[in-house]
């Protein structure tokens, strides 16, 4: 398993930006992928973002595709999730995720490998 930090979270107003920093213990490998879920309150954890280690490639969740950019440094071991224009239904704990086989997905979820602790979200109205 993967050691996972996040860092990022805080308190923003409604239309304000964050980002979300999560470093991994060692560097990925091959077609190793990381992501980020949240959780509301009284909510079911959902899929928010993901990219492939290897080849970069992204997939995002439809409520925040054209607000969210996930990103990566390979130097630094760490991922990264710029959240732009936010909305109060934004407001969650978010886990960063990784996994040697999976792309962090809805479906994978349950069977990811690595989570993080989790940082804190809260968008104000």
């Known amino acids: 398993q993967v050691q996972l930090v996040e860092s990022g979270g805080g308190l923003v107003q409604a239309g304000g930006s964050l980002r979300l920093s999560c470093t991994a213990s060692?560097?990925?490998?091959?077609?190793?992928?990381m992501g980020w879920f949240r959780q509301a309150p009284g909510k079911e954890r959902e899929f928010v973002a993901a990219?492939?280690?290897?080849?970069?490639?992204?997939h995002y969740a439809d409520s925040v595709k054209d607000r969210c950019t996930i990103s990566r440094d390979g130097a630094k071991n760490t991922v990264y999730l710029q959240m732009n224009s936010l909305k109060p239904e934004d407001t969650g704990v978010y886990y960063c995720?990784?996994?040697?086989?999976?792309?962090?997905?809805?479906?994978?979820?349950?069977?990811?490998?690595?989570w993080g602790q989790g940082t804190q979200v809260t968008v104000s109205s």
């Open positions: 990219i492939s280690w290897a080849g970069g490639g992204t």
């Open positions: 995720v990784a996994d040697g086989l999976k792309i962090p997905s809805q479906e994978t979820m349950s069977t990811l490998a690595s």
């Open positions: 060692r560097r990925a490998l091959g077609n190793y992928a």
